[in-house]
């Protein structure tokens, strides 16, 4: 499962939960029966880096309410003795805090 599978899965069941709005967009979903309903889709959600990226600040004071189980891509390093060569860098499981956006403002 993707990162981006991970975090759409834990959008959907925090908007059941109450904990995330809707943002008025519409989607199309199937299910494991193969029927097809329109549901609202649920707020984004981003790490701190990730609403960083996208031109918001975390605002001061706010803690993270959503932590997630996602994957982490190590970059890969070079071999010390042999320049040549790759260290493996493989993926790991890490836990992953995201803010809502109501916990960030524009800068």
């Given at each position: 499962?993707?990162?981006?599978m991970i975090i759409d899965n834990a959008r959907?069941?925090?908007?059941?939960?109450?904990?995330?709005?809707?943002?008025?967009?519409?989607?199309?979903?199937?299910?494991?029966?193969?029927?097809?309903?329109?549901?609202?889709?649920?707020?984004?959600?981003?790490?701190?880096?990730?609403?960083?990226?996208?031109?918001?600040?975390?605002?001061?004071?706010?803690?993270?309410?959503?932590?997630?189980?996602?994957?982490?891509?190590?970059?890969?390093?070079?071999?010390?003795?042999?320049?040549?060569?790759?260290?493996?860098?493989?993926?790991?499981?890490?836990?992953g805090y995201f803010f809502r956006p109501d916990?960030?403002?524009?800068?």
């Open positions: 499962m993707t990162n981006q959907f069941a925090l908007m059941e939960k109450g904990l995330l709005k809707g943002s008025g967009r519409i989607v199309s979903v199937t299910d494991a029966a193969g029927n097809v309903r329109d549901i609202e889709e649920p707020e984004e959600i981003h790490t701190f880096e990730g609403w960083k990226a996208r031109g918001f600040a975390v605002n001061r004071g706010e803690h993270s309410d959503i932590a997630l189980w996602i994957w982490k891509y190590p970059k890969a390093k070079k071999d010390p003795e042999d320049g040549d060569a790759i260290i493996d860098s493989r993926p790991f499981m890490t836990k916990q960030v403002h524009a800068l």
